[in-house]
C-alpha cells in the first residue's frame, strides 16, 4: 500500500469512527431526552390528574348546595301550598257562612259624627246582651265583595312570603 492509500483508508478510518462516535452521541442524547420527556410527561398527568381531581370535588360540593338549595325551596313550596289551601279553606267557609246568614258582618258607627250624614238614633236603654257601640250591618253582597278583597290580600301576602323564602334560599 503506498503512503497515500493508507492515508486515505486512515481518513476514512477516522471519518467512520467520529460519525460512530456521532451516532453514539446522538443515541445517549437520545436516551437522555427520552428519560426526561418521560419524567415530564410523568409529571403532567400526576398534575391533570391532581386539577381533575380538585374540579371534580367543586362540582360535587356545588351539586350538594345545589340539592340543598332544591330540598329547602321545596320545602318552602310545600309550606306555601299547605298555607294557600288553608287560607282558601277559610275564606271558603267564610263565604259560606256569609251567604247562609250564619255570619254577618257589621260596621261600628260613630253615633256623635255630624259630618258623616247618617242619622243614627243613640242608644237605647234596653237591656241586651251586646254591651257595645252601635253597630250596622253590611249588606251580604257588599259582605262578599269585602271577603273577596281580603282572599286576594291574603293570598297576596302569601305569595309574598314564598318569593321572600325563595329569595332567601337562593342567595344564601
Request: one cysteine or more; a neutral charge.
Amino acid at each position: 500500500m503506498t503512503p497515500i492509500q493508507s492515508l486515505a483508508s486512515l481518513v476514512v478510518l477516522a471519518l467512520a469512527l467520529m460519525g460512530a462516535a456521532a451516532g453514539a452521541a446522538w443515541q445517549v442524547q437520545d436516551w437522555r431526552m427520552g428519560k426526561g420527556l418521560a419524567e415530564q410527561a410523568s409529571q403532567h398527568q400526576a398534575d391533570l390528574t391532581s386539577i381533575s381531581n380538585a374540579a371534580a370535588g367543586q362540582a360535587r360540593t356545588e351539586q350538594d348546595k345545589r340539592l340543598a338549595i332544591e330540598q329547602q325551596l321545596s320545602a318552602h313550596d310545600q309550606q306555601h301550598i299547605r298555607e294557600l289551601s288553608d287560607a282558601q279553606r277559610t275564606q271558603a267557609t267564610l263565604r259560606d257562612r256569609l251567604a247562609t246568614a250564619d255570619v254577618r258582618l257589621s260596621v261600628l258607627l260613630d253615633a256623635t259624627d255630624s259630618a258623616s250624614g247618617c242619622k243614627v238614633p243613640p242608644a237605647s236603654n234596653t237591656v241586651g246582651v251586646v254591651h257595645a257601640a252601635r253597630r250596622a250591618q253590611l249588606d251580604p253582597t257588599h259582605a262578599q265583595r269585602i271577603v273577596a278583597i281580603t282572599d286576594d290580600g291574603d293570598n297576596a301576602i302569601i305569595a309574598l312570603r314564598a318569593c321572600q323564602a325563595y329569595v332567601r334560599a337562593v342567595t344564601h
